[in-house]
């Protein structure tokens, strides 16, 4: 509720003050990240409860300027991926997406033991490629994305 709770020992705005401090100098300094706090809010009260937050999202997008939405998203929601990307293009911004399992790589191969391949039911390996959200972001920067949504 942004009140400093004294009762609890590990509140943030308690055991981290100097960090609360930071962020208000940040925001003193730095244009950027004020419009985009500045912007949140306005999104905020404009639909907070009336509308889905993707909807949120796209005014958000907006009132940014933001033109290139990038989309990494998970193989198992693919469909929802799909779904998300029509929505903001209809709303005229452009999507760039990402698949989590973009690259291949093996889970083995960053050192996670073998015994946790799963295997089908008919014995078949499955699930020895690793989601890689570190290509997924190298990928959305190349492509200078403005906004990255993770789905």
């Given at each position: ?5 004294r009762k ?8 981290n003050e100097d960090t609360?401090?930071?962020a ?8 950027e990240i004020k419009?985009?706090?500045?912007n949140?809010?306005?999104v905020?009260a404009m ?9 949120d999202?796209?005014?958000y ?5 933001h033109k ?7 193989i198992?929601l693919?469909?929802e991926a799909?779904k998300?990307a029509d929505?903001?293009k209809k709303y ?6 990402v698949?989590?399992?973009?690259g291949?790589l093996k ?5 996670v033991?073998?015994e946790?391949?799963m295997?089908s039911?008919?014995?078949y ?5 690793t ?5 997924q972001?190298l990928?959305?920067?190349?492509a200078k994305?403005?906004m990255?949504?993770?789905?």
């Amino acid at each position: 509720m942004g009140r400093k709770n004294r009762k609890l020992e590990n509140c943030p705005m308690v055991c981290n003050e100097d960090t609360l401090n930071e962020a208000l100098e940040l925001y003193k300094k730095n244009d950027e990240i004020k419009e985009a706090t500045k912007n949140a809010s306005m999104v905020e009260a404009m639909g907070y409860i009336k509308w889905p937050r993707l909807k949120d999202t796209i005014k958000y997008a907006k009132l940014m300027g933001h033109k290139t939405i990038g989309l990494a998203f998970c193989i198992g929601l693919l469909d929802e991926a799909k779904k998300v990307a029509d929505i903001l293009k209809k709303y005229g911004l452009a999507v760039v997406s990402v698949c989590c399992k973009t690259g291949g790589l093996k889970k083995v191969d960053i050192g996670v033991p073998k015994e946790f391949t799963m295997v089908s039911k008919t014995g078949y390996a499955i699930g020895y490629t690793t989601c890689n959200p570190v290509a997924q972001a190298l990928l959305l920067n190349k492509a200078k994305t403005d906004m990255n949504l993770i789905i």
